[in-house]
Structure formats: C-alpha cells, structure tokens
C-alpha cells in the first residue's frame, strides 16, 4: 500500500499529464463505486490499461471510493428504485430487459442503476476537480507542503525511503 | 517524442486479465453456482439454504444439485426440506435471454421436517402460530387431577349428619308440641267420672217434672264438658297425624341420606372432559403436524417460495444487496419454468412419486396453473394412495385446490410423544386418511379424516393422570380424527377432534372410581351407622305416635258415645215412662 502511495506521489511530482491523473481518478471512482462484477466494469478496466492512464491513480482511487459506495449503498437504492420504477421509462427498460444485452449489463438491479447515474453525473466534476488540484499542487502546494515540518519529519520515514527507491 | 494516447500493452494485459477471469469462472463454476442457488433460495426461502455440491454439463446444459438442505424459518434447528438430488435440463437459448426454463426436472430422496446438524441462519423471521396449536401448549399443560375421597368429602359437604340433626330437632319439637296436646286430653278418670255421672243422671228414679229438668240441666252441663273434651280429643288426633307424617318424612330422608351422598360423592369423581383438554392434539398433535407437512408440501414449501420470488418485497434487502426488478410484459413467456419434474419423496425404503407440471411463479403469463399429481398403490407402506391438485400465483395470492386419499398405511413403533411428562409409542395400527383443501387468496380451508384402526398404543409416565391417560390409550381399538385446517397459508393452523376425549374421560372417572372405592365404602358405612343409630331413637317413637293415635281415637269413640248415644236416649225414655206413668196410660 505505501508503494502504490509512493507510486501515486511520484506522478503528481512527475511529468505526467494532469489529463491522466484526472481521468484515472474517474475510472477508478465508477469502478468503486459501482458493484464490481458487471460488465461495463470490464469497460472500465479496458480503457484504464489501454489508454495511457495513471494506473496508481486508478488503484486508489478505485479502493478509496469502494469504501465511500459502501457508505452511499442505500442512497443509490433509492436512486436505483425511483428510475427503475419511473413511469416513463417503462418502456426503454422493458425493451433493455427483452435483450440479451440488455440483460447482460444487469441495469435492471437497483444499486448498479443507482451508482452508474451517480458516478456519471459525478465523473464530469471529479475530472475537472482532479485536474485543477494537481495543477495546482505541482504550482503551489507541492513547495508549501515541503516546507512542512511533519512533511519533513516524514521524509526522514521509511515512506520516503520507498518513494525515493522509486524515483530513482 | 510525444508518446502515444494507446497503451498496447495494457489492452494485452486486458486480454490475459479477462482470460484467467474466464479460466476461473470455468474451473469454479459449480462453486460459483452453488454459492449463487444457496443465497437466490436463502432469499426466497427466508432462511438459509445449504447445497453440498453442484454439477453441470454443457451438452446438453444440464445442472445437478446434491444434498440441499431448506433450513424451515419457523423452527431453525429443522430443516423444512431436505433433496438429496436434483438433476434438470437448461433450455440454452432462453438462457440467453436471461429465462430459465427447465424442459425436465427431477428430484430425489426428498424428506421433511428433518433435524439440522446445526441451527441455520434466518433472513426473513416470520411471526408464526404453532401450525398446531393445542400441541404448542405441550402435554406439560394437561392438568388432570384425580381427586382423593378426603379432597371431594372436604368439597362435597356431607349432609347425613346435618339430615340427622334436623330430624332430631323435628322430632323435638313435635314431641313438645304433643306433650301439650297430651296434657289437654281427657284422663281415664274423667272419662269414668263422665260415665258414672251420665249413669246417675240416666238410671236413677226421676221426681217429677223439676227432677227432669234438673237432670236435664245437669246433662246439659256435662255435654259441654263432653264437647271440650272431644275438641281436646280431636286437637290432640290432628297433631298426632302431623307428627307422624312430619316424622315419616324426616326418617325418610335420613335413611335416604347416606346415599345421596355417595351420589355425589360419585358424580365429583365424574371428570369435565373439556377440562381434560383436547387430549387428540395433545397426543396425536406432533405426529399429525409432520404428516401434514407431506399433504400440505406443494402449499407450504414451493408456494411461499414460488411467492417470494414473485415479489421480492417480502423481503427487505440487505444492505449493499440492492433489489432485481422485472420488466416483463404480460404477454411474454415466463423468466422461470419447470416445464415437468418428478419429484420423489422417500419414506423410509419407499418412494412416491409427484408428478408436476409447470412449476412457476408467473402462471398469469403461462396461462396455466401448476398441477400435481401422485399415485402409488400396493406397496410395502400402503395399500392405495391418490393425491392431486393445482395452485397458481395471482394478483391476490395464492389460490390453489388439493384432495387426496390414502388407505391401509401400516404404521409401526411411531412415537407420538417424547415428552418428559409423558411418552406415547404408535406401536401398530393401519390408518386411512382423506381430504380436501383449497386456498383462495392465500387463505387455507380445509378438512379431513384421519381413521385409526387396530390401535396399539403404548403410553406411560411418572405422574398419575399420565399412567392413566396412558391406560386409557392402551384400551383404545381403534380411533377417528376429524382435523380441520385454515388461516394464511404462510402460517396454517391445524385442529384435531375425535371422541378420545369422550372415551378418555370416561376412563379416567372409571379408574379414579375403582381406585378410591375402598374408601367410599368406608364413609357409606360410617354415614349407615349414624343413620341407624339416629333411626333406632327415633322409630320407636313413631310408632308410639302410632299408639297414642288409637288411644285417642279410643277416647274419642267414648267420648261420642257418651255425648250422642247414651245420655239422651235414656233420659228421653226415663222421661216418657215417668208422664205415662203419672197419665195413668199403658203405652
């Protein structure tokens, strides 16, 4: 874990694309967010190895937002009920269900309906998010956060010996 | 050199993640599916389901099932169904469009109501009466006390004693009340003073006319006194004749006292049989909700499961599992069908077959209820057996319809009752039983008789009332059991009525009779003895009743003679002879 974390540290203080880190927080946020075994998380997981993503982005971001969905469980019940149940939309569901991939997504269970209309909804706003706090961290709050006595007394633990190790 | 937005690799790294995915759901796809069935009908059955093992083939797809185990939620340390195999085919293109329709499906070594090695979790804890509720109460509940004769003598109030003190204070009083009478009665010595007087009056010489009238006079006088003499006389008769008939009737009662008593000293000992409490429930309770189980199968297994599936309200998710929903149009086939299934239900070497069709939770979009049917004749067990019936699921619930008959089951060495008060073993008989029942809108109505012959029951216990239920059982030949079911289908209850109460009762009273006779003897002869002792005072005085009757009917008898007869006819003749006489006339 304090790999992935040193792993993770040493890209927000690399060179890599502020997009990347973004997106891979993204798609690790629909991944844990949403029940794991369903066939758009294979879609998640393929667009995360094939384009050029930060994994270790992807990793946390999935574990920490896996605990959050635990949290948010009911509420996207709910969700899930009220659109699954929605008048209106009757007909598109029952034209979903009679296909066999229709049925294959499984968006007839509520917390997979619920979590997928969260977690698009949120995806726009966490990317933009993501990408303005590694902005701005690599501008201002990687040289404020040095300047940090506890950052200090970390870089002196054996976190800092990873991280170190990894950045060669 | 700007490096390109696709990462090759990684789609390589897709392709092995997805293959050992596959590789893994293939080695462990029975696992998968039996983790998969054991929480879907832990679901629909409300408590948990245990699967041993789960076996499939592609060609043709088939599943087999072995070892499950239905853990009943009402009783969790049972199972409510136990299968030993379950083995059916998988229609592979409705598969795909996510319907499971079985075309065959067969299940064997099927038992109910078996013991669980361990207590199995419960989803949905349904608030559940007794299916039989006088057996619930236990046998403990049975309170017969044979009563003692010291407890019924203490409860009865004896009244020999208090007749015979009321007897005695009758006689007193009478005896007072003629000691007054008597005293009024003319003596022996009035009366001869009486006589001599009207003697002298009458056979003496008359002188004249003033000697007549005199006499006249005096008589006169005397008549009166004759007259209250005779009222006395009378008086006395009267209160003689009310004594005795007051007195006939006291020694009446107190001879008939004693065995009125005993009379109700008899009728304490005679049992209340509701008292006795439904003793066919309490007796044949157990056994029958467990042969139940068997008739009520198709209603109390599959139609509570077919009706969870159906609606999956009836139990509240739990967290993190979300719900499934529907979408089928009504016109669409069902997303679940058992198209046939055998069903074989083991009892003991013998199995019976149910033959089904159409299991589903959707008969609305089938058309067509769920039909069974089982028929088996001459085998080891019994001599016939017929049972059929259908159910299907609709907006209201359940409704369904079921009749069977089932005739010459031998039953052997069948405990009834293990109970720590009291213990009965079916040792043998042969029972018939038929019926029928039907369920609309989930509610259960039905009725049947269980016919008991050849009985041989074999009962016992520590405490008195149960070695005497227990011989009464033993003399029991044979038996008929009315049982009546109703209420909700999800919690049916079960009633038993036969004459065993009747015949128990009686039983019982004769036994707790025989048993204190000895002592019934002993107060019967104690209450004689009193009765004799009081009728030996007081017959003699009524036959002196008797004597002072004809006494003053003797003094009455005088006293008319000497006022009616005597007095005036000789005076009249002294009279006549003595005018004749002056006249100087013969005649």
Redesign the interface.
């Known amino acids: 874990m304090l790999t992935l974390l040193a792993k993770l540290l040493k890209a927000l203080n690399s060179e890599t694309g502020a997009w990347a880190l973004a997106f891979a927080f993204v798609l690790g946020m629909v991944l844990g967010l949403t029940p794991l075994w369903r066939v758009h998380n294979l879609i998640i997981l393929l667009a995360a190895l094939l384009f050029r993503i930060n994994l270790s982005a992807f990793i946390v971001s999935f574990l920490v937002f896996s605990g959050i969905a635990y949290l948010l469980d009911p509420w996207f019940h709910q969700i899930g009920m009220s659109v699954l149940q929605s008048p209106s939309w009757q007909g598109v569901w029952e034209t979903l269900y009679a296909s066999p991939w229709g049925r294959i997504t499984q968006f007839h269970h509520s917390i997979t309906m619920g979590s997928i209309i969260v977690s698009l909804l949120f995806a726009p706003i966490l990317a933009v998010l993501s990408y303005l706090i590694v902005i701005n961290y690599r501008g201002h709050i990687q040289a404020w956060l040095l300047k940090l006595k506890v950052v200090q007394g970390l870089r002196a633990s054996r976190f800092w010996q990873i991280y170190a190790g990894i950045r060669g | 050199m700007k490096?390109?937005?696709?990462?090759?690799p990684?789609?390589l790294?897709?392709v092995v993640?997805?293959g050992l995915l596959v590789a893994f759901s293939w080695l462990f796809l029975d696992s998968i599916l039996r983790w998969g069935m054991e929480k879907t009908l832990g679901r629909l059955n409300g408590a948990e389901v245990n699967i041993e093992r789960v076996e499939h083939s592609w060609v043709p797809l088939s599943i087999g099932v072995y070892g499950i185990q239905v853990t009943n939620p009402q009783q969790p340390e049972n199972n409510r169904v136990v299968v030993g195999e379950v083995r059916a085919d998988i229609d592979t293109g409705q598969l795909?469009?996510?319907r499971y329709i079985f075309e065959q499906m067969n299940a064997s070594g099927i038992r109910v109501d078996q013991p669980r090695d361990s207590a199995g979790e419960v989803y949905a804890p349904v608030t559940k009466d007794s299916l039989l509720d006088a057996a619930g109460s236990g046998l403990e509940a049975l309170d017969i006390e044979l009563p003692s004769v010291d407890d019924i003598m203490q409860q009865v109030n004896i009244q020999t004693e208090t007749v015979i003190a009321n007897a005695k204070q009758t006689f007193a009083e009478q005896q007072q009340k003629l000691e007054q009478a008597k005293a009024a009665l003319p003596s022996d010595e009035t009366l001869k003073s009486y006589e001599q007087r009207i003697k002298e009056l009458t056979e003496g010489k008359i002188e004249g006319l003033g000697d007549l009238a005199q006499r006249r006079e005096q008589l006169e006088k005397l008549k009166a006194d004759f007259r209250a003499d005779r009222d006395a006389v009378k008086q006395f008769k009267d209160t003689v004749s009310q004594a005795r008939e007051t007195l006939s009737a006291e020694l009446a009662a107190v001879k008939s006292a004693p065995g009125d008593d005993i009379d109700r000293i008899q009728q304490f000992f005679k049992l209340d049989s509701q008292g006795l409490g439904n003793v066919t429930s309490l007796v044949f309770g157990e056994k029958a909700r467990q042969w139940s189980q068997y008739i009520l199968l198709a209603y109390e297994q599959v139609a509570p499961m077919l009706a969870r599936s159906s609606n999956d309200q009836t139990i509240e998710?739990a967290?993190?599992?979300?719900?499934?929903?529907?979408?089928?149009?009504d016109d669409?086939p069902p997303e679940f069908l058992i198209k046939k299934a055998v069903t074989e239900f083991a009892f003991g070497d013998t199995v019976l077959d149910v033959d089904w069709r159409n299991i589903t939770h959707q008969h609305q979009q089938l058309g067509q209820p769920t039909t069974f049917q089982a028929r088996a004749d001459n085998n080891g067990l019994w001599q016939s057996f017929n049972l059929n019936g259908e159910l299907s699921l609709g907006e209201n619930g359940i409704d369904a319809r079921q009749q069977w008959q089932l005739k010459g089951l031998k039953l052997s060495d069948t405990p009834l009752s293990e109970s720590s008060a009291f213990s009965a073993t079916l040792l043998a008989t042969t029972l018939d039983t038929d019926g029928s029942m039907a369920v609309r809108s989930n509610q259960l109505e039905g009725n049947g008789a269980i016919r008991l012959a050849n009985l041989d029951i074999q009962a016992s216990g520590e405490q008195r009332w149960a070695q005497l239920v227990g011989q009464a059982l033993g003399q029991l030949q044979r038996l008929d059991i009315r049982a009546n079911m109703s209420g909700d289908i999800t919690s049916p209850s079960l009633s038993l009525n036969s004459d065993l109460d009747r015949q128990l009762t009686e039983a019982l009273t004769g036994t707790a009779m025989s048993a204190a006779q000895d002592k019934l003897d002993a107060v019967k002869a104690r209450l004689n003895e009193q009765v004799q002792s009081a009728l030996s005072e007081q017959q003699p005085q009524l036959a002196e009743l008797t004597q002072l009757l004809e006494l003053a009917d003797s003094k009455d008898s005088r006293l008319n003679d000497l006022l009616n007869a005597k007095a005036e006819d000789s005076v009249g003749d002294k009279l006549k002879e003595g005018l004749f006489k002056k006249l100087g006339g013969n005649n």
Do not use: D, N
Request: without cysteine; glycine residues 14%.
């Open positions: 490096r390109s937005i696709i990462r090759w990684g789609l790294a897709f993640f997805v795909l469009l996510g998710p967290r993190g599992q979300g719900q499934w929903l529907s979408f089928t149009e669409a």
